[in-house]
């Protein structure tokens, strides 16, 4: 289980918005200051550019509802997006398809295995279950409208862009090297077409997933996209509506059952605001109606999720009261001691 070691920090009351801006300010230091020594974990290896990824880079972004930011350490370093673009992604297919195409092809139920599991398919008469993990994933982009896989291509990194509120690129040695190894994804999306749920050609398919993937983005801009998520859909530094409000929220909803795969659960109940994580170290968390909280740390806890980009939202969503769980009457109760188990 997720070891926060938050229990040095006041659980705040989670009220209807975040403290003011020196608050945050002073918190969001704070955390990073208090993780900053923190080495466990290990960096992914399985992509082989990413295990070169410097283990020391930490970098936390905070950005609320009106656009106001919050950057402290290597907040602003690029990094590839992976599986956290499954969440934006969905997005955009939900809003395109709508919530019950999606959610009867794709599913919003945890596999309770690991993310590039073979067996969760093979259990469930290959139905992906869910968006975040890869299988589900990779179904969720054979669904992005277009023709041809270049015209699918421009709308995924057209909605990506605006959720980030710039244009996002790819790191073109991240794809070449995940393209190069990534037979278990290939397997995945074989096996989905086996069972006649995965519509197009599995390799083009996979392609695009590897590309939405290698987008680089900065935990600055993780924070933007959340925010967009906390804030119905608009995202709140461009102004642009970017999904409806009825998306995002359910997004957000698959977030909270899914978005830190096998150990969602775990998540819930120590940070409780949804969040997704990528095997490159990106970690973003949506507090609805306040905000977002966007982190950065290449060493990665079993399941493949940052574990001081965890730690340092744990931290925050405790001190900002963003446990979207917690109630005036609650929140007395919440234990002040660590959770026993360690990440790793
Ligand atoms: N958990 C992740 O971030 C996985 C993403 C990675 N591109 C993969 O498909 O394996």
Known sequence: MLNTRSG???????TGS???WERVDALVRDAHEHLLADRDGAV?????????ADPELFGIAVVDVTGGAHDVGDAVTAFTIQSISKAFVYALVAQELGRDLVGERIGVNNTGLAFNSVVAL???DGHPMNPMVNAGAIATTALVPGATAAEKWSRLTAAMSAFAGRHLAVDQEVYASESATNDRNRAIARLLRSYDRLDGDPEEIVDLYTRQCSLLVSAHDLAVMGATL??????????????SDAVSRDTVAV???????????EWLLEVGVPGKSGVSGGVVAVAPGKGAIGAFSPRLDKAGNSVRGQRATARLSRALGLNIFASRSSNAELPT????????
């Open 255 to 265: 977030l909270a059952s899914s978005g830190l795969y096998e150990h969602s659960g």
């Open 230 to 243: 906390a804030d119905g859909g608009v995202n709140p530094v461009s102004g642009e509506q970017v999904v």
């Open 8 to 14: 040095d920090v006041a659980q705040q009351v989670s």
């Open 44 to 52: 992914a290896d399985y992509i082989p550019t990413l295990a070169a």
């Open 18 to 20: 975040l403290p003011g």
């Open 337 to 344: 001691t660590d959770r026993t188990r360690g990440v790793t």
């Open 122 to 124: 093979e259990l469930n």
